[in-house]
């Protein structure tokens, strides 16, 4: 049980190659925190950075208030579920989670007493003799789960352990691993692509995008408040709808409407983002764009409508009851509360 | 040798029906060029066997298939002879013949594992140059060595047969023969195991990195045990070559009776006019005898798909 700090941590391999750039993040005791951003943005590398697979470049990871730069992998402390799960394939379920605590030199019974109760915790207590081989993917991931659970680290690292199963079940590994991390009260440092995964999971969550951390903050915040374009996009599906505006004062002008902001901002050329779910079936007088419907989605709980306004694209989730058909154009309202601006240059949200 | 577990084609198709007709014809150009080169692989063994049964006189006149014509001229002379210990001392060939061939099998694959273990996983500087130049000794053929080795065997470490055994400590005149076949064995265990080792899969070696496992119990507890399959088939090929080996023995211990190996006492079972060659047929059946009971016990290890269940699903 630990806090994490990234301290202005950097990793280059090449003078030109740059993966993370002075990242700097507090992850509390105790907390949930997932890093998230597309493939290639330098969040495994973050992570395998703490765990000491990777050499740090520049800056200090501190784990509590020990900074590990220098210290072993095995030193640190700390467990790692792999993506892959990296199970032994020739050691039965029992040794796979046994294995750590041998490397520990820790005592026969008290070896055997840590092995069953995280086996029980998992719901392995049956599978113990099986060779990983003669497991399924989610009894796999539970393995490698275990095999980090026995060990009491101070901090769990998880690198998309959720990515090789199953839509199903991913959702319930989902609630599971949540359920642990509540059961443990443990430090959790998630890395995935996925952003329900990091919404639905995260304590907070920290975006990241070549190699420079975006945002830092609660599902919430990250959401209701982007403070950039690649978090407002990359956060929300369908993603945040992005329209050209040119602002003057407090009223931006799209290509198919004109409305008036809820703050002034400096004249010029600017992004205007809002949810689909900002837009409604009821037009308002302040602010109504009639939508030329392309396409219209129906999924019960919702219906997503597609096309254009004025000359953007944009897509609506609106009430399922509404009737619209392909071809329509209907007038919908927008909830300036659920506005943002960006800066056209810089990308960084004035609201 | 593959490590992932290959698919078999299981037919769903009903018997006999066309689909079903269709799969199993399909298979047939398979199944007559296995059993076309198995047979071909097998004449001569076959030959050699009826051969060691025939007396001497039969054998330098007709071919062996002609002796099923006139069963009655089978004899175990040859065996009998062979195996008296007057005429040719073939447990002591035996005996020598095993003291050769497990330390010059055991050497190169110990230390070809340990060496190869390094260049696939650990970082060194020149661990590419040395691969390469490791990769290109493959090529050096061994005759070329023969005289520098035996030169420095002899003159700088006065290492002859006859040295050796005047020490009376045992297996000691055995000691340059295991040495060369352990140098000339390296490269390529080493080049093989260190392919394989190579292909298992990095997460675990990172994997067992944070559960705090060394270099050493990650080689012994991990590595090796993934490897067993790689590790069987260096053991036989390296077993065969060590057991059927003439020349390198030959030029290291000689053909002193008290260290010289089957093969040596094989070769001097006939003259070169021809004599005692129906000794041969039944001799080599004697030395056949060991790596196929080498290859039938490690044969088991070629598990296919040993890597199973390891990463991914």
Redesign the interface.
Known sequence: MSSVTYDHVVKRYTADITVVKDMYVEIKDKEFMVLVGPSGCGKSTALRML???ESITEGEIRIGDRVVNNVA??DRD???V?????????MSVYDNMA??LQ??HMKKPDIDRRVRSASKILGLDNFLSR???????GQ?QRVALG?AIVRSPKVFLLDEPLS?LDAKLRGQTRIELQKLHRELETTFIYVTHDQVEAMTMGDRIAIMNAGILQQVGTPGDVYDHPANLFVAGFIGTPTMNFVPVTTSDSSAKASGFELKLPKSVPAGKGMLGFRPEALTDRPSEISTLEMKVDVVERLGSDQFLYGQVGSDAVTARVDPRMKVEPGDSVKLGLDVRGLHLFDAQSEAAFF | MTVAAAAQPTSSATMFSPKWIAEHLSRWPLHIAVIGLTAAWMVPTIGLLVSSFRPFSGQATSGWWTAFANPTTFTISNYTQVLSAGTTNLGQAFFNSFMIAVPATVLPVTIGAFAAYAFAWMKFPGRNGLFLALVGLLAVPLQLTFIPVLSFYVQHLHWTTNNLEATGIPGLPWVPLWLAHAGYGLPFSIYLLANFFRALPSDLFESAEIDGAGTLTVFFRIVLPLSVPALASLVIFQFLWVWNDLLVALIYVGGTPSVAPLTVNLAGLTTSLGQGSNLLTSAAFFSMIVPLIVFLSLQRYFVRGILAGSVKG
Do not use: D, V
Request: glycine share 6%; aromatic share 12%; no cysteine.
């Open positions: 765990a000491g697979l992998a095995k700390i467990a790692m792999f993506q892959s799960y990296a199970l032994y394939p020739h294995f750590p490397m520990a060779k990983p081989r003669a497991l399924s993917g796999r095999r090789n």
